[in-house]
């Protein structure tokens, strides 16, 4: 019998700080709630060995939360595959799910 596929992993969770790990465990419930897989790296490790564990995920995108970004309520949002990245709001970010699911199917769609 062949292996099951590996599921899919849509978001890792970044994190470093530990205002920043506890937001990034709220912020993972809030988006599974809302239908997506994440993966939390509670680490604490550099964010360079979350990031090399974050590629080998196989994640679509990566949320990365640092002391900064937990304070000011933000994630920065990297497209994995073209390393596109931006700062979003935490709140902002869980309004956009539709947006969010549909470049994901996108990417699952076309991959690298």
Do not use: H
């Amino acid at each position: 019998m062949p292996p099951l596929p590996k599921p899919k992993l849509d978001f890792y969770l970044v994190s470093r700080g530990e205002k920043a790990e506890q937001q990034s465990v709220l912020l993972a419930q809030k988006l599974r709630i809302a239908g997506f897989s994440v993966e939390i790296d509670l680490s604490a490790s550099a964010f360079g060995k979350q990031f090399k564990r974050a590629d080998r995920s196989g994640a679509v995108a990566c949320l990365v939360l640092g002391d900064a970004e937990a304070e000011n309520e933000t994630v920065q949002l990297k497209w994995l595959a073209s390393g596109a990245q931006s700062a979003i709001g935490q709140s902002e970010l869980l309004a956009m799910t539709d947006e969010l699911q549909q470049k994901i199917i996108a990417a699952y769609c076309d991959p690298p």
